[in-house]
C-alpha cells in the first residue's frame, strides 16, 4: 500500500492548515491511520491515530486546536490543523495499520511567527 500526503505549506501562527493522505488501496474501516510528525532536532512523534474501533488520540501538544478525520472516501485520513503554533513546524506523516506498517513520504508543514 502506498501513501500520498498532501496539503502542507507554509502558514502563519495562529493559521490553519488541511492535510490529506490517499492510499493507493482501499483500506478497512478498522485498520488504524493518523498522523505522525518530525520536528526539527527532535524524533517523530504522533499527532493522531484513529484507533480500529474510532476513538481518536491526540497528542496533549495538539489537543483542541487538531481533528483528525476518515474521509468519504475510504482510502483517506485527514488533518484539520487550526490555532497553528511555531511548535508544530515539522514534517507530517500520515501511517496505516494494517497489520503491517505503512508510512507516507510526509509533508512539510513551517508555521511563521
Known amino acids: 500500500v502506498q501513501l500520498q500526503a498532501s496539503g502542507g505549506g507554509v502558514v502563519k501562527a495562529g493559521g490553519s492548515l488541511r492535510l490529506s493522505c490517499a492510499a493507493s488501496?482501499?483500506?478497512?474501516?478498522?485498520?488504524?491511520v493518523g498522523w505522525f510528525r518530525r520536528a526539527p532536532g527532535k524524533e517523530r512523534e504522533l499527532v493522531a491515530l484513529?484507533?480500529?474501533?474510532?476513538?481518536?488520540k491526540y497528542a496533549d501538544s495538539v489537543q483542541g486546536r487538531f481533528i483528525a478525520s476518515r474521509g468519504d472516501a475510504k482510502n483517506t485520513v485527514n488533518l484539520q490543523m487550526n490555532s497553528l503554533k511555531s511548535d508544530d513546524t515539522g514534517v507530517y506523516y500520515c501511517?496505516?495499520?494494517?497489520?503491517?506498517?505503512?508510512w507516507g513520504q510526509g509533508t512539510q508543514v513551517t508555521v511563521s511567527s
Open positions: 484513529i484507533t480500529s474501533v474510532g476513538i481518536i
Open positions: 501511517y496505516l495499520d494494517t497489520g503491517t506498517a505503512h
Open positions: 488501496e482501499s483500506v478497512e474501516s478498522t485498520d488504524p
